[in-house]
């Protein structure tokens, strides 16, 4: 349901940008968020958009990192600047997709991408 992509290998100070895209039976998607995890860490809100576009940005990532999405195309994208090497984790989209409107939203995940940073 929620595909993310476009983690990789980075030099501290470098950028990536992460992509989820969902698919299958969509009715509409409310909150869409980017989590990550880290090794012996638990699994922490980096940021989150809602459908209006109102973004919350974790305070470690603020001003470093952008939230956006395209409704039209069920995507969330999370742009990530100047990256610091704690910044290294396993990243997540979640989205919260209602499939039909009669229908309560539902969490989804993705299976996460793999962000490393070196010194």
């Known amino acids: 349901q929620l595909q993310a992509s476009g983690g990789g290998l980075v030099q501290a100070g470098g950028s990536l940008r992460l992509s989820c895209a969902a698919s299958?039976?969509?009715?509409?998607?409310?909150?869409m968020g980017w989590y990550r995890q880290a090794p012996g860490n638990q699994r922490e809100l980096v940021a989150k958009?809602?459908?209006?576009?109102?973004?919350y940005y974790a305070d470690s990532v603020k001003g470093r990192f952008t939230i956006s999405r395209d409704n039209a195309k069920n995507t969330v994208n999370l742009q990530m600047n100047s990256l610091k090497l704690e910044d290294a984790a396993v990243y997540y989209c979640?989205?919260?997709?209602?499939?039909?409107?009669?229908?309560?939203?539902?969490?989804?995940w993705g299976k996460g991408t793999l962000v490393t940073v070196s010194s």
């Open positions: 299958g039976s969509i009715f509409r998607i409310d909150d």
């Open positions: 979640k989205a919260d997709i209602r499939s039909d409107k009669w229908e309560y939203g539902k969490d989804y």
């Open positions: 958009i809602t459908r209006m576009d109102t973004t």
